[in-house]
């Protein structure tokens, strides 16, 4: 991608999934990889479980923009039950990209390029867990790197930045597996 | 020097580290209370020497800091909304005391209703003061002009307080590249700390007592207004020297964007100032019109001379505004007007009060509103209100 | 540079309200055979006129010149070792 113009992105998950952190690395990454970007956070009444969103935008230049996301070219799901709950296509620019944490091919309106990656299955697989939820984020933003062309190495030493030690570590495992196992079909 | 990712909050407390503040106090207050937790965190990873006052209030905190910085010390605070409501007391104290101090704004509606969103009502009640106040647009500039103000305000030619203030979550909350110089340059930058008095063990002094000669008082005020007066120059000495030691300028007092040529005029404070300058790039682009933007980066002082400058021979300005003053319009508006008439410029000024209480406004909504106005001016020769209130495109 | 500005700072001096002394009625008379050094006069004079001598036999001095004769020494002392008297 050449990012002339600004690609716009929404992340959806439950409060406790961390959606901030995974913008935050995200930012993070293109820094690395010579990109400018922007994470926002979206604040209500958040409580552990609920639906939360956050946003991020990438661009070759500067971003100047603040006004908020309405219609991203890129949405991200974390749990792909929240599209009982909410409408995670809404403003999905036509021709946009869906990126869901799930095992198989979901059934997606046409018109989208759909994603998706097991986050589940790659985080119990090194073990990253808390509080019985599996931790997804950093699977997620390894495989929102392979759809957004940033390298995976960029990924894995911001994960390791931001968690110190083993965590880190095997953050950055569960990222490049995610980045090589996520399946995208038009 | 080295491009970091950070928060608006963050860069504020990476500036106060940087800028070697040795007393802090706060009273927690969403949007702004990463700011000083981050600060706790480098002071007790010893990153940081300074001493952290927790106190019950902001009223407090403002008390403590201003007890410190009378004491000799670089001192800094920090809060939003409601909290700097409940300061107010004490920012006429700071400043009427002449004693130099930073503090953080991260400006926050006002309710009621509670609303945690970015307004400028809450900076622009605290106009009058006697503190500096400058806006900024991103995160870079938080933590450049946090650094700055410490020198302005510590300027014999000042020896005023100042406010840095940051649009709440679309800056205080989004991360974003920003470039952190090394300490070397920020102490290349900032002498020591000066101060007209400071209150020591042996040094009896009283402040504050009744003058037995009101003019005494008037005279105060008036050496408030003067210093404001003389810290334009200051803003702009400090703004070249950055420059020549950090390599990076946002302008003095005011940045113009795309005005060498430009008839018409968007003028702002904030983060929503990047985007105006999409919507200029979008209205020259796509509509071919000759729009440019006046950014007012110091709010106080406020920079008439740059707007009469601009305005003189233009065509017609906008002034967004993201408070009001009922029953007159946006304080940027009303400056701006105040500027123009004590000139004689009779260039049509409207005043749009947007975006308040966090309403979302778009570059495309702003390019409409000067579309709209534009055609207004071109067909009439002058606007038909001249405060209009604006809700989005939605 | 700092002298030319305008602020609201004074100078504590003595006497700045002239020799409030002349303003007793009551006068405290200090007996040095029953203090107890204990100091509690020259904490609560709200004058400070109450100076201590560590070392000397007359453990205070009063200054008369601005003493207003309130009587808060006198009261405060454990050991009436000020007493209060009309003024001559």
């Known amino acids: 991608m050449v990012y002339d113009e600004v690609v716009e992105i929404r992340f959806h998950g439950r409060g406790g999934q961390g959606v901030v952190t995974a913008a935050n690395v995200l930012v993070d990454a293109l ?44 949405v991200v799901v974390l749990d792909s039950k929240l599209s009982e709950l909410v409408n995670v296509l809404e403003g999905l620019k036509p021709g946009g990209v869906i990126l ?87 | ?56 209030s902001e009223h407090s905190a403002l008390a403590a800091v201003y007890g410190a910085a009378s004491g000799g010390v670089r001192s800094f605070t920090a809060t939003s909304s409601h909290g700097l409501l409940y300061m107010h007391e004490m920012l006429w104290w700071v400043a009427g005391a002449r004693i130099p101090i930073v503090m953080a704004v991260v400006s926050r509606t006002i309710g009621p209703p509670w609303n945690i969103w970015t307004d400028h009502s809450d900076v622009m009640d605290h106009r009058d003061t006697g503190w500096l106040i400058t806006f900024v647009e991103n995160n870079q500039e938080a933590l450049d002009e946090t ?25 205080s909350h989004t991360t974003e590249p920003v470039d952190v110089p090394d300490q070397s340059l920020v102490d290349a930058f900032l002498p020591p700390r000066e101060q007209p008095y400071v209150f020591r063990a042996g040094n009896p002094l009283v402040l504050g007592n009744i003058p037995r000669d009101l003019k005494w008082n008037m005279r105060m005020r008036e050496d408030v207004h003067k210093a404001m007066e003389r810290a334009k120059k200051v803003i702009e000495e400090a703004d070249h020297l950055w420059e020549k030691i950090v390599g990076r300028r946002h302008g003095g007092l005011t940045e113009c964007y795309r005005c060498e040529d430009a008839k018409h005029f968007m003028i702002g404070v904030g983060a929503w100032v990047g985007d105006m300058k999409e919507a200029v790039d979008y209205l020259r682009d796509r509509f071919g019109l ?62 749009v009060i947007a975006g308040l209480a966090g309403v979302d406004v778009t570059h495309e909504d702003l390019a409409n509103v000067m579309l709209t106005s534009i055609s207004e001016v071109e067909e009439l020769g002058a606007f038909k209100q001249n405060v209009l209130w604006f809700y989005g495109g939605e | 540079m700092s002298d030319e500005l305008v602020l609201p700072l004074a100078k504590p001096i003595i006497g700045v309200s002239g ?29 400070s006129v109450i100076d201590l001598n560590e070392d000397a036999a007359s453990f205070i001095t009063i200054n008369y010149d601005y003493c207003k004769g309130c009587g808060i020494c006198s009261s405060v002392c454990p050991t009436k070792a000020i007493t209060m008297s009309p003024e001559g």
Not at chain 1, 31 to 59: D, H, T, W
Not at chain 1, 146 to 175: F, H, Y
Request: aromatic share 8%; glycine share 6%.
């Open chain 1, 31 to 74: 820094l690395k990889a010579g990109l400018y970007g922007q994470a926002i956070p979206f604040f209500g009444a958040e409580r552990r479980g609920a639906p939360v969103v956050a946003y991020a935008r990438v661009s070759k230049k500067p971003i100047r923009t603040r006004s908020s996301i309405k219609s991203p070219s890129v």
């Open chain 1, 100 to 186: 869901i944490n799930s095992p198989e091919k979901l059934d997606i309106k046409k018109g989208f390029k759909t994603c998706y990656v097991d986050a589940v299955k790659i985080a119990l697989r090194h073990n990253l867990m808390l509080s019985g939820w599996a931790l997804v984020n950093m699977p997620i933003v390894g495989a929102l790197a392979r759809i957004l062309e940033v390298p995976i190495e960029a990924v894995e030493n911001s994960i390791r930045e931001r968690m110190e030690g083993k965590i880190g570590e095997l953050n950055a495992i569960a990222a490049r597996e995610a980045y090589n196992e996520v399946v995208c079909v038009e």
């Open chain 2, 1 to 56: 020097m080295a491009l970091k990712t950070l928060t608006g909050n963050y860069a504020i407390a990476t500036a106060v580290k940087l800028a070697r503040v040795k007393v802090i106090s706060a009273y927690p207050i969403t949007p702004q209370t990463t700011i000083v937790e981050k600060l706790s965190e480098m002071i007790e990873l010893g990153e940081l020497e300074a001493d952290m006052i927790r106190v019950e």
């Open chain 2, 147 to 171: 650094i700055k103000l410490f020198r302005i305000t510590e300027d014999k030619r000042v020896y005023l307080p100042g406010i840095v203030a940051l649009d709440a979550f679309i800056l």
């Open chain 2, 290 to 351: 000759r729009v440019g933007l006046i950014k007012v980066r110091y709010f106080r002082p406020f920079p008439s001379e740059d707007i009469i400058k601009w305005l003189n021979n233009a065509a017609s300005a906008v002034v967004f505004d993201r408070s009001i003053s009922p029953s007159v319009g946006g304080p940027v508006f009303i400056e701006v007007l105040a500027s123009l008439a004590s000139a004689g410029v009779r260039t049509p000024v409207r005043g």
């Open chain 3, 19 to 47: 020799r409030t002394g002349t303003w007793r009625l009551q006068k405290p008379t200090y007996d040095s055979s029953k203090c107890i050094k204990c100091r509690l006069c020259w904490l609560y004079c709200p004058d």
